[in-house]
Structures are given as C-alpha cells and as structure tokens.
C-alpha cells in the first residue's frame, strides 16, 4: 500500500501538474497562443484596411480576390495551430490521468497477486533496500 498514490491526493497532483504545464507550455505567460491570436488579429485588420481600398477603387476585384485567398489559408493555418496547441495541453493532461489511475491502484492489484508475482512487481519498482532502481520520467512526468 506504500508504493502507490493515495487516491485523495490525486485531485491536488492533477492541479498541480496543469499548473505547470500551463507554465511549461504558456498558458499563463505571453505565449506562442498571444502570439497566434495577435496574428489571427493582423490579418482582420489587413482585410479590413484593403476592404477600404477597395470600395475606393484602388486595387481591382482580382487582386481582392487573390488577397482574400491568402488571408483564408493564413487563418486557416493559425486556427490548425491553435487547435494543435489546445490538443497538445489535452492529451498531456489525459496522459497524466491514466498514468495516476495506474499508481493508485497498484496497491490493490499488488494484494491480489500471488506471492511471487508481488515480489516481480516490487522488484520492478524497488531494490531490496527499498530505494527505487529506475526512474524514467515519461510523459506526462517528464516535465519534473
């Protein structure tokens, strides 16, 4: 039972974690998202300043048409952006779930299994004196 994540902590782990993630990846500093968004921003503005042009008669229905070409795949390229981004934090965050759903329930496959087969699953995570033989920080922890 020592070797696992008590189950009422893992709501704090859980805050814990996205709160350095949000920091680890921008989302609570200026960031790659600011930046996208600012550019989603830039292109408005771009159309709306060429719109007026073209209402004055200053630029012809092709350029407008080539214009408004560019300006949709550059949306449409800052929006699959900020999806990735989004998708990004959301699969760190369902990685960091099903690994502490593991963790907090080892203690309970651990009294289900047969004696040698509890001491496979301790010798996998610790030595005979106790100490952890291997620490792989994947994700979601590799970010400790």
Known sequence: MRIQVDP?????????YSDELARKLGHLRPSQRDELQAALRSVDE????TARLFAAGKITERVWDNL???WQDRRRTI???LEALQQKREYRSANLDAALTIIAKV????NKLERSDQKDLLRQMVNLEGMIIRLELLPPFSYL
Do not use: C
């Open 8 to 16: 009422d902590l893992i709501p704090l782990i859980q805050e814990s």
């Open 46 to 49: 771009e159309e709306a300043r």
């Open 68 to 70: 408004w070409v560019e």
């Open 79 to 81: 929006q699959m952006n």
């Open 107 to 110: 203690g309970l496959l651990y």
